[in-house]
């Protein structure tokens, strides 16, 4: 109560459910507990639109943005997106965190045996040219 804000990320909602009067059973008020993930804000990519809080469009996660839009002064410079526990009246449907580290090994190795296999060919071509007595141009 006396800490500030925690934003939240609750989950997905479709977009005839975007207003919070068209779904009022997944209104919660008073304490709960929300199980998720804490995240940073984030920086957007050079395709990403930029986020419009007149609209209430979020095209990515600017915690210090959101918080001014909603008119709060104390926020945490984190916010928690939701696990996928069901909300009352089904929505926002949580749990949209998508955790996947990339695991890139095999094409890493292909690439470096690649490089090694092409540079051992030109200088395999370097030393017979060498040995043969052929002239540089």
């Not at 975007?18 to 920086?43: D, F, H, K, M, N």
């Amino acid at each position: 109560a006396d800490r500030g804000a925690v934003l939240v990320n609750r989950g997905w909602v479709p977009l005839a459910a975007r207003l919070p009067a068209a779904r009022p059973s997944g209104q919660v008020e008073g304490t709960v507990r929300i199980e998720g993930a804490v995240r940073l804000s984030s920086v957007p990519g050079w395709f990403t639109p930029a986020n419009e809080p007149g609209g209430n469009l979020w095209f990515y996660p600017d915690v210090a943005q959101m918080a001014a839009a909603a008119g709060l002064s104390r926020v945490s410079p984190v916010f928690v997106e939701a696990g996928p526990a069901p909300n009352p009246g089904g929505l926002p449907i949580g749990g949209q965190t998508q955790v996947e580290l990339p695991n890139d090994h095999l094409q890493y190795a292909i690439t470096w045996y690649s490089l090694a296999a092409a540079l051992a060919v030109i200088y395999g071509l370097f030393c017979h040219r060498h040995l043969s007595g052929e002239s540089s141009p």
